[in-house]
């Protein structure tokens, strides 16, 4: 997959397990492995670079066969892409865990 495709090869689906959203590949080299995202990290290299780290979860692999370094890299594309397109279009969620530079309770800040 190239770094510049404009769209990813998925469609959303259901996660059976939990109910949440799962992505299905629906071309190119692991077409039909059906994944979900984790906890996503940003890590500073220097001043220009940041380093993005993810958890994943394969949830079926459609009998692929496949490297885990490149499905890696592969998918870590798309989720930039997805993070970069949900930025622009001011649609980005944060979902669970806590923001550590949070410095008040908006429920309690009166705001």
Not at 24 to 49: A, C, H, N, Q
Request: net charge negative; no cysteine.
């Amino acid at each position: 997959m190239s770094k510049h495709l404009t769209e990813p090869p998925i469609v959303v689906v259901e996660n059976r397990r939990t109910g949440h959203d799962a992505l299905r590949l629906t071309d190119g080299p692991y077409k039909g492995m059906i994944y979900t995202y984790g906890k996503v990290s940003f890590e500073e290299e220097g001043t220009e670079k940041v380093h993005m780290n993810f958890e994943y979860d394969i949830l079926q692999d459609d009998g692929v066969n496949y490297n885990e370094d490149e499905f890696v890299e592969y998918i870590g594309h798309i989720l930039q892409h997805l993070i970069n397109k949900q930025l622009q279009e001011n649609s980005i969620t944060y979902t669970g865990g806590i923001d550590e530079n949070r410095t008040e309770d908006p429920e309690q800040s009166g705001t």
